[in-house]
């Protein structure tokens, strides 16, 4: 079946613009996650997601930066005014939920790579 | 908080050379502890994994040994081939809670020439 897919593959915004970035999960998947990639460093965190709900978002760097997944499926992370320091690659991914302490894998999406000229 | 430490890169290896990407952890609690890999233009995809101490995660002929008493768990790879060049990620998930979030190293840039 498909995988996690993201768009845009490319976004480049004015500083001070809005930006939308999409994000399809895997069907079924409820658990979803956020993480912002800055050039040559390892992905940081940023939210997530329990089918519509948002239960951490304590990596979202400022209130500028705001997601949603109002129908437990489709999630958009939305930055406001953006600065330069948000260009970034903007990862989401996917997992199955499993009770206890079982690991489900995450499955990535390609990203978003936002330039913020 | 919980951490991820990994050898900076970039590491160039020859065909055929022994690979070893160290990555060392602190974490509270017993965390899961991954490495992804992320080859050329492609995103993020789960190399192996190990959930508990000293299980061992191996796949596409890496290994990698969960050691809780040095709180490490460095890849490997006996034989390394051209197509294994990649970004290679250390990461930890801590089990606690519903939110397995990932808490990730810097990544190390692997490049193995013919």
């Known amino acids: 079946g498909a995988g996690v897919s993201q768009s845009p593959r490319y976004k480049v915004a004015k500083r001070g613009q809005d930006v939308a970035l999409r994000c399809d999960p895997i069907s079924g998947h409820v658990s979803l996650f956020w993480y912002q990639q800055a050039l040559g460093q390892g992905p940081e965190f940023l939210t997530y997601f329990q089918n519509e709900a948002q239960l951490d978002k304590s990596g979202l760097p400022s209130d500028r930066f705001f997601a949603e997944r109002p129908e437990g499926s489709v999630s958009t992370l939305k930055i406001q005014r953006t600065q330069q320091e948000d260009s970034a690659v903007y990862l989401c991914?996917?997992?199955?939920?499993?009770?206890?302490?079982?690991?489900?894998?995450?499955?990535f999406g390609p990203g978003t790579r936002l330039t913020v000229l | 908080g919980d951490s991820v430490t990994q050898m900076e890169g970039p590491v160039t290896l020859s065909e055929e050379a022994f690979l070893t990407i160290n990555c060392t952890y602190t974490?509270?609690?017993?965390?899961?502890l991954f490495w992804y890999v992320q080859y050329p233009g492609e995103g993020l995809q789960l190399l192996l994994k190990a959930t508990k101490a000293d299980d061992k995660g191996s796949n596409k002929g890496f290994e990698a040994t969960y050691r809780k008493e040095t709180t490490s768990f460095h890849l490997e790879k006996g034989s390394v081939q051209v197509s294994d060049s990649a970004v290679y990620f250390c990461a930890l998930s801590n089990n606690a809670g519903n939110n397995r979030k990932l808490i990730w190293g810097l990544g190390t840039s692997l490049a193995v020439n013919p």
């Open positions: 991914a996917s997992s199955t939920l499993l009770a206890g302490g079982s690991y489900n894998e995450q499955f």
């Open positions: 974490a509270t609690g017993y965390p899961s």
